[in-house]
């Protein structure tokens, strides 16, 4: 008896320094949620913003329901989430681990008039059901499409095809700022980067650079080599470095068939004129692309993720054959492709897990 009295242990009396060194290990957010609930001790040894970084999920909403799943490549696993505060919103980011939510466009029409509807996106986090309402603001016109890019929301249309208006929101603003644009501004991909606009003309590839506090033409940058109005352009702020990809096909409803990527760092002339500088490799980061987002992630930060990759959403057809859904996982360098499949039926969206309250 004496023995094994000897042999027992009290577990919620570790050490809190052993404690964080076992929560830091939890790559999977459903470990560190039930190391958390394993005891008070733990619980408070381990403060939910302590979760380690997570490799991405990918978004599957339920029509009509407030039904979420996600499905996570590392452990193969499909979590389903009621999130109460998601019918009828259109979810895509991610941002410092939330999502933009907007209204369905058909939603729009059950409230009324689109056309004369105030609306009010806002961020949310399906994992705590946590949201929040960002300002309040009249668009004029055509109810816009919101996008986010790293800090911030922008939203870009008009009631006036000769004057386009930019209106954006950086986390943590009081309000919407707008800029109004001219009329060379409407055929763009409009971007929002680090106190820029980036504004990518579709027919010739030319982008122009606007400093979102005086409102000015800051510079211009010549097209890249290839450039297809038939692409899609992401502009990211890859940790200090400012990266283009060019995927050279449209995407349709989150997904992409065959996609192809250019990859161009922005670089200073001697001159002080900018430019593209096509580039093979992005050292230890990795790029995940969905027809809403892109964003860089440090490879080394994750248990999974490969060095110099992009990850994609993608479907493949097969003649009669229902499609398939998957990853698929370029090498910049090689080419190299790797298809990873997904078991959710229409994958969305990449999604990155938090349990943090902004």
């Known amino acids: 008896?004496?023995?094994?009295?000897?042999?027992?242990?009290?577990?919620s009396s570790l050490p809190i320094e052993v404690l964080n060194l076992i929560a830091k290990k939890l790559g999977e957010i459903?470990?560190?949620?039930r190391f958390r609930a394993v005891c008070t001790a733990w619980r408070f040894s381990t403060p939910s913003t302590d979760l380690p970084q997570q490799f991405?999920?990918?978004?599957m909403k339920h029509q009509n329901t407030t039904d979420l799943s996600f499905y996570s490549i590392p452990s193969n696993k499909i979590y389903s989430i009621h999130a109460s505060k998601s019918l009828g919103k259109w979810l895509?980011?991610?941002?410092?681990?939330?999502m933009l939510a907007d209204l369905y466009y058909q939603s729009l029409w059950e409230f009324g008039d689109p056309?004369?509807?105030t609306l009010q996106p806002s961020l949310f986090n399906p994992l705590n059901n946590h949201e929040i309402p960002l300002p309040t603001y009249d668009f004029e016109g055509l109810?816009?499409?919101?996008s986010c890019m790293g800090e911030y929301v922008f939203s870009y249309g008009y009631a006036d095809y000769q004057?386009?208006?930019?209106?954006?929101w950086h986390l943590g603003q009081a309000n919407w700022c707008e800029l109004n644009l001219t009329s060379d501004y409407v055929n763009c991909k409009h971007i929002c980067l680090k106190g820029m606009i980036f504004n990518v003309e579709r027919d010739t590839g030319v982008t122009k650079v606007i400093n979102v506090t005086t409102g000015t033409l800051a510079y211009v940058i010549p097209p890249i080599e290839g450039h297809s109005a038939a692409g899609s352009e992401f502009i990211v702020d890859a940790f200090g470095e400012i990266l283009r990809f060019f995927q050279h096909n449209s995407p349709y409803a989150g997904l992409v068939y065959d996609a192809w990527f250019d990859v161009h760092r922005l670089e200073t002339k001697e001159n002080g004129s900018r430019c593209w500088v096509k580039v093979d490799s992005i050292g230890n980061q990795a790029v995940f692309v969905d027809s809403y987002s892109c964003f860089v992630l440090k490879a080394h930060d994750f248990t999974g993720i490969k060095r110099n990759c992009i990850y994609f959403l993608t479907r493949i057809n097969h003649g009669q054959e229902a499609p398939k859904y998957g990853v698929e996982r370029i090498d910049i360098m090689t080419g190299a492709r790797e298809y990873l499949p997904c078991p959710l039926k229409e994958p969305k969206s990449w999604f990155v897990p938090s349990l943090q309250r902004l």
């Open 143 to 146: 109810p816009y499409r919101f």
């Open 1 to 11: 008896m004496e023995a094994k009295k000897a042999l027992q242990r009290d577990w």
């Open 92 to 98: 895509y980011g991610p941002l410092e681990g939330y």
């Open 115 to 117: 056309f004369a509807l």
């Open 163 to 168: 004057k386009p208006k930019l209106v954006f």
């Open 56 to 59: 991405p999920w990918i978004l």
């Open 30 to 33: 459903s470990d560190f949620v």
